[in-house]
Protein backbone atom coordinates (compact mmCIF):
# COMPACT_ATOMS: atom_id res chain seq x y z
CA UNK A 1 0.00 0.00 0.00
CA UNK A 2 1.48 3.49 -0.63
CA UNK A 3 2.19 5.82 2.22
CA UNK A 4 0.75 8.99 2.70
CA UNK A 5 3.90 10.53 1.69
CA UNK A 6 3.59 8.70 -1.59
CA UNK A 7 -0.52 9.90 -2.13
CA UNK A 8 0.05 13.08 -1.07
CA UNK A 9 3.13 14.08 -3.13
CA UNK A 10 1.60 12.45 -6.03
CA UNK A 11 -1.39 14.52 -5.68
CA UNK A 12 0.55 17.95 -6.01
CA UNK A 13 3.36 16.68 -8.28
CA UNK A 14 0.54 15.52 -11.19
CA UNK A 15 -0.93 19.57 -10.90
CA UNK A 16 2.42 20.74 -11.27
CA UNK A 17 2.89 21.10 -14.73
CA UNK A 18 6.49 20.11 -14.68
CA UNK A 19 7.39 19.50 -17.99
CA UNK A 20 11.04 17.75 -19.58
CA UNK A 21 12.62 17.88 -22.85
CA UNK A 22 16.01 16.83 -23.93
CA UNK A 23 18.09 19.79 -24.43
CA UNK A 24 21.59 18.35 -25.70
CA UNK A 25 23.92 15.81 -25.58
CA UNK A 26 27.76 17.51 -26.19
CA UNK A 27 31.20 16.10 -25.96
CA UNK A 28 32.62 18.20 -23.90
CA UNK A 29 36.66 19.00 -24.34
CA UNK A 30 39.46 19.76 -21.73
CA UNK A 31 39.05 23.70 -22.06
CA UNK A 32 35.51 23.80 -22.88
CA UNK A 33 32.73 25.24 -20.64
CA UNK A 34 29.69 24.45 -20.91
CA UNK A 35 27.23 27.60 -19.63
CA UNK A 36 23.65 26.96 -18.42
CA UNK A 37 20.95 29.79 -18.10
CA UNK A 38 19.11 30.48 -14.71
CA UNK A 39 15.70 30.34 -16.27
CA UNK A 40 15.24 26.79 -16.55
CA UNK A 41 15.83 24.08 -14.30
CA UNK A 42 18.47 21.15 -15.65
CA UNK A 43 19.05 17.27 -15.58
CA UNK A 44 22.80 16.71 -15.91
CA UNK A 45 23.75 12.99 -16.79
CA UNK A 46 27.82 12.48 -16.58
CA UNK A 47 29.36 9.87 -19.27
CA UNK A 48 32.86 8.81 -19.20
CA UNK A 49 35.34 11.39 -17.77
CA UNK A 50 34.70 13.47 -14.33
CA UNK A 51 33.54 16.60 -14.58
CA UNK A 52 32.97 19.76 -12.04
CA UNK A 53 29.85 21.67 -11.38
CA UNK A 54 30.63 25.48 -10.82
CA UNK A 55 27.68 27.57 -9.51
CA UNK A 56 27.99 30.99 -7.71
CA UNK A 57 26.74 30.44 -4.16
CA UNK A 58 29.12 27.03 -4.01
CA UNK A 59 32.24 27.66 -2.42
CA UNK A 60 33.44 24.59 -3.81
CA UNK A 61 33.15 22.83 -7.20
CA UNK A 62 31.06 19.49 -7.39
CA UNK A 63 32.99 16.92 -8.80
CA UNK A 64 30.84 14.37 -10.78
CA UNK A 65 31.76 11.35 -11.70
CA UNK A 66 30.68 8.78 -14.74
CA UNK A 67 26.76 8.03 -14.48
CA UNK A 68 26.36 10.55 -11.78
CA UNK A 69 23.41 12.75 -12.43
CA UNK A 70 22.57 16.06 -10.87
CA UNK A 71 19.53 18.06 -11.27
CA UNK A 72 19.91 22.10 -11.31
CA UNK A 73 16.66 24.26 -10.06
CA UNK A 74 15.26 27.42 -11.80
CA UNK A 75 17.07 30.45 -10.82
CA UNK A 76 20.49 29.14 -10.94
CA UNK A 77 23.34 30.10 -13.18
CA UNK A 78 25.65 27.11 -13.80
CA UNK A 79 29.07 25.88 -15.52
CA UNK A 80 30.09 22.12 -16.31
CA UNK A 81 33.73 21.07 -17.52
CA UNK A 82 36.34 18.70 -17.32
CA UNK A 83 38.29 17.46 -14.08
CA UNK A 84 41.50 18.65 -14.41
CA UNK A 85 42.96 15.11 -13.98
CA UNK A 86 40.62 13.87 -16.77
CA UNK A 87 42.50 11.89 -19.59
CA UNK A 88 39.58 11.69 -22.31
CA UNK A 89 36.22 13.60 -23.27
CA UNK A 90 33.46 13.49 -21.58
CA UNK A 91 29.55 13.08 -23.04
CA UNK A 92 26.99 14.98 -21.28
CA UNK A 93 23.10 14.81 -21.51
CA UNK A 94 21.39 17.45 -20.43
CA UNK A 95 17.42 17.71 -19.86
CA UNK A 96 15.44 20.90 -19.09
CA UNK A 97 12.65 20.86 -17.03
CA UNK A 98 10.27 23.61 -16.67
CA UNK A 99 7.83 24.11 -13.72
CA UNK A 100 4.33 25.78 -14.22
CA UNK A 101 1.26 25.01 -13.33
CA UNK A 102 -0.11 25.58 -10.07
CA UNK A 103 1.97 23.61 -8.02
CA UNK A 104 5.08 23.64 -10.38
CA UNK A 105 6.81 26.83 -8.46
CA UNK A 106 6.05 25.24 -5.26
CA UNK A 107 7.77 21.85 -5.97
CA UNK A 108 10.88 24.17 -6.80
CA UNK A 109 10.73 25.91 -3.82
CA UNK A 110 10.52 22.71 -2.04
CA UNK A 111 14.12 21.42 -3.21
CA UNK A 112 17.15 23.08 -3.06
CA UNK A 113 19.40 24.67 -5.88
CA UNK A 114 20.76 21.61 -6.63
CA UNK A 115 20.81 18.02 -6.23
CA UNK A 116 23.64 15.23 -6.66
CA UNK A 117 22.56 11.87 -7.14
CA UNK A 118 26.05 9.76 -7.47
CA UNK A 119 25.79 6.50 -9.05
CA UNK A 120 26.06 4.92 -5.90
CA UNK A 121 23.97 6.46 -3.34
CA UNK A 122 25.17 5.75 0.43
CA UNK A 123 22.75 6.73 1.89
CA UNK A 124 20.41 4.12 1.23
CA UNK A 125 23.38 1.68 -0.75
CA UNK A 126 21.69 1.86 -3.75
CA UNK A 127 23.82 1.68 -7.49
CA UNK A 128 21.75 3.02 -9.54
CA UNK A 129 22.21 0.16 -12.14
CA UNK A 130 19.17 2.09 -14.30
CA UNK A 131 21.07 5.07 -15.18
CA UNK A 132 23.46 3.06 -18.38
CA UNK A 133 19.34 1.17 -18.97
CA UNK A 134 18.04 5.26 -19.30
CA UNK A 135 20.62 6.40 -21.09
CA UNK A 136 20.31 3.71 -23.62
CA UNK A 137 16.89 4.17 -24.08
CA UNK A 138 17.07 8.46 -24.32
CA UNK A 139 19.49 7.82 -26.99
CA UNK A 140 17.94 5.12 -29.03
CA UNK A 141 14.65 7.28 -28.90
CA UNK A 142 16.70 10.11 -30.47
CA UNK A 143 18.71 8.19 -33.00
CA UNK A 144 14.98 6.56 -34.10
CA UNK A 145 12.41 8.50 -33.32
CA UNK A 146 8.92 6.78 -33.55
CA UNK A 147 5.25 6.60 -32.17
CA UNK A 148 5.04 8.05 -29.17
CA UNK A 149 8.88 9.23 -28.39
CA UNK A 150 8.37 12.33 -27.24
CA UNK A 151 5.94 11.02 -24.69
CA UNK A 152 8.66 8.14 -23.99
CA UNK A 153 11.18 11.10 -23.14
CA UNK A 154 8.67 13.23 -21.26
CA UNK A 155 8.25 9.95 -19.23
CA UNK A 156 11.45 9.25 -18.67
CA UNK A 157 12.70 12.82 -17.36
CA UNK A 158 10.05 12.44 -14.51
CA UNK A 159 11.16 9.33 -13.76
CA UNK A 160 15.18 10.82 -13.60
CA UNK A 161 13.69 13.63 -10.95
CA UNK A 162 11.68 11.59 -8.63
CA UNK A 163 14.60 9.47 -8.38
CA UNK A 164 16.52 12.42 -7.33
CA UNK A 165 13.90 13.50 -5.28
CA UNK A 166 14.12 10.07 -3.36
CA UNK A 167 18.15 9.96 -2.95
CA UNK A 168 17.62 13.97 -1.65
CA UNK A 169 15.33 12.99 1.16
CA UNK A 170 17.63 9.66 1.78
CA UNK A 171 20.49 12.07 2.75
CA UNK A 172 18.93 15.82 3.73
CA UNK A 173 19.93 17.06 7.48
CA UNK A 174 17.23 16.68 9.94
CA UNK A 175 17.08 20.51 10.56
CA UNK A 176 16.38 21.61 6.48
CA UNK A 177 13.06 22.81 6.30
CA UNK A 178 10.94 22.17 3.42
CA UNK A 179 7.35 21.33 2.63
CA UNK A 180 8.34 18.26 0.74
CA UNK A 181 11.36 16.66 3.19
CA UNK A 182 8.38 17.25 5.78
CA UNK A 183 6.08 14.87 3.75
CA UNK A 184 8.02 12.03 5.68
CA UNK A 185 6.35 12.97 8.69
CA UNK A 186 2.95 10.71 9.03
CA UNK A 187 1.05 13.65 10.43
CA UNK A 188 2.46 16.72 8.47
CA UNK A 189 1.51 14.31 4.93
CA UNK A 190 -1.88 14.28 6.29
CA UNK A 191 -2.34 17.62 7.21
CA UNK A 192 -1.08 18.76 3.46
CA UNK A 193 -3.26 16.25 1.98
CA UNK A 194 -6.50 17.52 4.24
CA UNK A 195 -5.41 21.17 2.73
CA UNK A 196 -4.82 20.52 -0.65
CA UNK A 197 -7.83 17.84 -1.32
CA UNK A 198 -10.31 20.85 0.31
CA UNK A 199 -8.70 24.40 0.62
CA UNK A 200 -12.31 25.37 0.60
CA UNK A 201 -12.64 24.02 4.36
CA UNK A 202 -12.76 26.62 6.94
CA UNK A 203 -9.35 25.20 8.45
CA UNK A 204 -7.53 26.47 12.15
CA UNK A 205 -4.84 24.69 13.80
CA UNK A 206 -7.52 23.10 16.20
CA UNK A 207 -9.29 21.20 13.64
CA UNK A 208 -5.88 20.36 11.04
CA UNK A 209 -4.73 18.69 15.03
CA UNK A 210 -7.42 16.95 15.49
CA UNK A 211 -7.49 15.25 12.24
CA UNK A 212 -3.98 14.08 12.86
CA UNK A 213 -4.70 12.80 16.24
CA UNK A 214 -2.45 15.42 18.19
CA UNK A 215 -2.26 18.01 20.45
CA UNK A 216 -2.46 21.67 19.23
CA UNK A 217 0.55 23.12 20.37
CA UNK A 218 2.32 19.59 19.22
CA UNK A 219 1.06 19.66 16.38
CA UNK A 220 1.84 23.41 15.19
CA UNK A 221 5.22 23.32 16.82
CA UNK A 222 6.67 20.38 14.30
CA UNK A 223 4.39 22.04 11.42
CA UNK A 224 6.15 25.23 11.69
CA UNK A 225 9.68 23.50 12.64
CA UNK A 226 9.83 20.55 9.51
CA UNK A 227 7.90 22.80 6.98
CA UNK A 228 9.29 26.71 7.50
CA UNK A 229 6.19 28.05 8.09
CA UNK A 230 2.89 27.91 9.88
CA UNK A 231 -0.20 25.64 9.30
CA UNK A 232 -2.43 28.79 8.51
CA UNK A 233 0.36 30.75 6.54
CA UNK A 234 0.20 27.25 3.99
CA UNK A 235 -3.14 27.21 3.45
CA UNK A 236 -2.79 30.78 2.77
CA UNK A 237 0.05 30.48 0.11
CA UNK A 238 -1.90 27.19 -1.04
CA UNK A 239 -5.09 29.24 -1.56
CA UNK A 240 -3.57 32.01 -3.56
CA UNK A 241 -2.00 29.73 -5.88
CA UNK A 242 -5.13 28.38 -6.65
CA UNK A 243 -6.86 31.16 -6.77
CA UNK A 244 -3.90 32.70 -9.44
CA UNK A 245 -4.48 29.63 -11.57
CA UNK A 246 -7.92 29.92 -11.17
CA UNK A 247 -8.01 33.47 -12.59
CA UNK A 248 -6.02 32.37 -15.66
CA UNK A 249 -7.48 29.24 -16.71
CA UNK A 250 -11.07 29.58 -16.00
CA UNK A 251 -14.09 32.39 -16.86
CA UNK A 252 -15.27 32.01 -12.75
CA UNK A 253 -16.28 34.97 -11.19
CA UNK A 254 -13.74 36.37 -8.71
CA UNK A 255 -16.60 35.83 -6.00
CA UNK A 256 -17.09 32.22 -7.06
CA UNK A 257 -13.13 31.70 -6.57
CA UNK A 258 -13.30 33.23 -3.75
CA UNK A 259 -15.40 30.75 -2.41
CA UNK A 260 -13.64 27.94 -3.57
CA UNK A 261 -10.69 29.01 -2.18
CA UNK A 262 -12.10 29.34 0.92
CA UNK A 263 -13.10 32.83 1.97
CA UNK A 264 -17.14 33.55 2.51
CA UNK A 265 -16.37 37.36 1.71
CA UNK A 266 -15.18 38.65 -1.43
CA UNK A 267 -13.82 41.35 -0.18
CA UNK A 268 -11.50 39.64 2.68
CA UNK A 269 -10.16 37.39 -0.78
CA UNK A 270 -9.30 40.39 -2.31
CA UNK A 271 -7.68 41.76 0.32
CA UNK A 272 -5.12 38.84 0.80
CA UNK A 273 -4.76 38.15 -3.25
CA UNK A 274 -3.65 41.94 -3.64
CA UNK A 275 -0.85 41.27 -0.16
CA UNK A 276 0.26 38.20 -2.12
CA UNK A 277 0.89 39.24 -5.47
CA UNK A 278 0.34 42.93 -6.01
CA UNK A 279 -2.38 43.03 -7.47
CA UNK A 280 -6.22 43.17 -7.14
CA UNK A 281 -7.66 39.65 -8.43
CA UNK A 282 -8.64 41.77 -11.71
CA UNK A 283 -6.01 43.33 -12.32
CA UNK A 284 -4.15 39.71 -12.01
CA UNK A 285 -6.32 38.24 -14.73
CA UNK A 286 -6.47 40.82 -17.01
CA UNK A 287 -2.57 41.41 -16.81
CA UNK A 288 -1.59 37.93 -17.27
CA UNK A 289 -4.11 36.07 -18.97
CA UNK A 290 -2.71 36.20 -22.21
CA UNK A 291 0.88 36.21 -20.53
CA UNK A 292 1.14 33.92 -18.08
CA UNK A 293 4.65 33.61 -17.91
CA UNK A 294 4.99 37.39 -16.14
CA UNK A 295 3.03 35.50 -13.33
Known amino acids: MLSSFSDTFFDIYRLSGIAGKIHSISTLLPGEILEFSPNHGYIHIIQKEKCLLTMDHLEHHLELKHCDIVVVLPGNFHRIS ?12 TCTIDFSGIYGSAI ?15 ATNIIAEWVPITVHAIQQELKAPSIGSQIMLTRIIDLLFIWSIRCWLSTVEPNHKSWISALQEPMISKAMSLMHNHPHFDWTVEELAKSTNYSKSSFYKKFTESVGTTPIQYLKSLRMRLASELLLTTQKSIFHIAELVGYSSQAAFSRVFSQTFNYSPSEFRESFKNNPAQE
Not at 82 to 93: G, H, P, R, S, V
Not at 108 to 122: D, M, Q, Y
Open 82 to 93: LNTDAFQDAKII
Open 108 to 122: AEGLPAFIHVPFTCK
